[in-house]
């Protein structure tokens, strides 16, 4: 198929960009007078225009030639958003090369582990160079020097002088950028996404995202190696208008600096995980300030399961900073499809499905219910499907289900990837007769698709599905509750064990454990077998925030994610002999913590 050629209902890139590559796209912006401006969470500002970022990538490209990269060699990429990486970027697109964008740690205790990371990483890809963030070079040189693979810094790249060759070497249906999936319930595949099927999908989300050429501001702190954070990116350059990014340590460090970035910039767009509207709400509410966010038209709301109680607490905070509440656009979608699955249009309201939560897990059935109704359960509706996007939601036969029908989502379409890298069996697995089989659990409605669990993380108990998700939303809301919950069974048949991370009130670890055992009994009907309590911070995370439940179990098993308390839920069997006695550790430290039945 050729660049130009339409998908009935599908805008192609060449329609709405006038583009088929990044490269050309960043062409196009550099003859416009935008650009990209980093910033810091005190909103400190390096400003990197288009013409500037355009004129610095061929120089880029010309020092990675010198060094044996050329059209279609993997280059690892490790930093985190500045500057000078976004031109290492650009340079590594403008000499055809294939960038694969790695995280890089953020504390000096991850290093270890992402050197582990990097290495598998590197040969699984077959990464001809490493481009890393300057203060990692000493790190990864030295952790390299026997492979052969030249190290280079994103600083070495943005300082080039030697002069590049004008036309880029890429063509659209060349690989444009291997993504590592987030791994939530496995180890992360690497997903191959060309240039054409880049900007397709970026091209699909245009219109239904409200967005406008040369005239958009979009305010992203999602790093640049997360799938959301890098295509809305190259949307939003595609399309000529204004990139504010924050290096999402930045973001973490000080997470109002997001909302007062939303303001100080005026954005039109921004994406974040669900997690980040709830914090964004909490700063609004306690701390009052000056804020404007009358010009957001689209707050996309993805990346991890869509609690309403986030969505409105955001939109009834931003009410009194000019937010208009359509403006929260839940979404779905995943990297085995580029990003952008099914979304509403930005100026539709948002709307909420009450279903029986019996039903959901006893018959697999979404069944409306009254707003007080006890068993009611409230989910997100994600939209319709994006242009040239079809969805389906299938039985584990392959059988097509109705309306209101809990089954796997099933997409085809044209960004949809064809395989994982190198990894044949995976492929076909999650490929079969013509459909990406995604693992993720929804059903349809009339007003679009809604999302309800993943297929792999479901705990089956008594003969009930039970969704780790409510589990997991009902303990992050009790009070000394950090965010992170997770909810995971057992290889042991019909166990499951809910870990969450404490809060900051200093809520004693043994109270917060009972008081997240009886609020799960009476909310959802059944306890877990245990419950425990484990330091900040300590439990394995996405890049996107969603825990990592296959990690978690892991670690739960080898007695590492560090208990500071643990509840057994009368009758059920503890999970593993308790040894020695318990003792109080107010620290929070991991590794320090004791262990406490009841």
Not at 195 to 223: C, F, K, M, Y
Not at 261 to 286: K, N, W
Request: charged share 20%; with cysteine; glycine share 10%.
């Amino acid at each position: 198929m050729s660049a130009d050629d339409a998908i009935p209902g599908h805008p192609t890139p060449l329609q709405v960009f006038g583009a088929a590559t990044v490269p050309e796209a960043l062409a196009l912006a550099a003859a416009g007078p935008s650009g990209i401006t980093v910033i810091d969470r005190e909103l400190a500002e390096q400003n990197l225009p288009y013409a500037q970022l355009a004129s610095s990538a061929p120089r880029a490209a010309a020092l990675l030639a010198a060094h044996g990269v050329g059209r279609g060699d993997r280059v690892a990429l490790v930093s985190s958003t500045s500057p000078a990486m976004l031109v290492s970027l650009f340079g590594i697109w403008h000499a055809g090369a294939v960038p694969t964008i790695l995280p890089p740690p953020h504390r000096i205790d991850e290093l270890p582990e992402t050197m582990r990371e990097l290495d598998r990483r590197l040969d699984f890809v077959g990464a001809r160079c490493v481009v890393v963030a300057d203060a990692l070079h000493r790190f990864v040189t030295r952790r390299l020097r026997d492979t052969g693979r030249p190290v280079l810094t994103c600083g070495e790249l943005a300082a080039a002088q030697a002069p590049g060759t004008e036309k880029p070497a890429a063509g659209p249906d060349d690989l444009a950028h291997l993504q590592f999936t987030s791994g939530t319930t496995g180890p992360g595949r690497a997903v191959p996404l060309t240039h054409r099927q880049i900007l397709t999908n970026a091209a699909a989300s245009w219109d239904r995202l409200g967005a406008r050429t040369g005239e958009s501001v979009l305010v992203n702190w999602l790093p640049l190696y997360h799938d959301m954070g890098l295509v809305s990116f190259l949307g939003m350059v595609a399309g000529g208008g204004r990139a504010v990014l924050q290096p999402p340590e930045e973001f973490l460090r000080h997470p109002d600096s997001w909302v007062d970035a939303l303001s100080a910039h005026q954005a039109t767009h921004t994406v974040a995980p669900d997690f980040a509207y709830g914090l964004a709400a909490r700063s609004m509410t306690e701390r009052p300030r000056p804020l404007d966010l009358s010009a957001l038209r689209m707050c996309g709301d993805g990346a991890e399961p869509i609690r309403l109680g986030n969505v409105e607490a955001f939109t009834t905070a931003g009410a009194r900073y000019g937010l208009r509440p359509e403006a929260l656009t839940p979404m779905y979608g995943l990297a085995e499809a580029t990003l952008a699955v099914a979304l509403p249009r930005f100026d539709e309201p948002l709307r909420c499905d009450r279903v029986s939560r019996t039903a959901l897990t006893d018959a697999a059935v979404a069944e409306p219910v009254p707003a007080d109704d006890p068993d009611a359960r409230d989910l997100a509706v994600c939209g319709g499907p994006a242009p040239g996007v079809r969805i389906a939601i299938k039985d584990e036969r392959g059988t097509d289900l109705g309306h209101r029908q809990v089954g796997e989502i099933c997409v085809t379409g044209p960004s949809v990837m064809r395989g994982y890298w190198n990894d044949p069996e995976a492929s076909e697995q999650a490929l079969r007769d013509g459909w990406l089989h995604t693992g993720d659990l929804g059903y349809l409605t009339p007003e679009g698709l809604v999302v309800c669990g993943r297929l792999k993380d479901m705990i089956i108990v008594g003969g009930r599905n039970l969704y780790p998700e409510d589990y997991e939303q009902v303990a992050s809301e009790v009070e000394g509750a950090g965010r992170l919950c997770a909810a995971f069974s057992l290889p042991d048949p019909e166990r499951m064990v809910l870990a969450a991370e404490i809060g900051r009130t200093g809520t004693p670890p043994i109270e917060l454990a009972r008081s997240i055992m009886t609020r799960t009994r009476e909310r959802l009907g059944r306890a877990p077998d245990t419950v425990l309590v484990v330091p900040r911070h300590s439990l394995p995370r996405t890049s996107s925030g969603k825990p990592r439940r296959d990690h978690c179990r892991t670690g739960f098993l080898s007695g590492r994610l560090g208990e500071l308390a643990s509840v057994t839920r009368p009758g059920a069997r503890a999970p593993r002999p308790r040894t020695g006695p318990a003792r109080e550790d107010p620290s929070g430290r991991p590794g320090m913590a004791p262990t406490y039945a009841e």
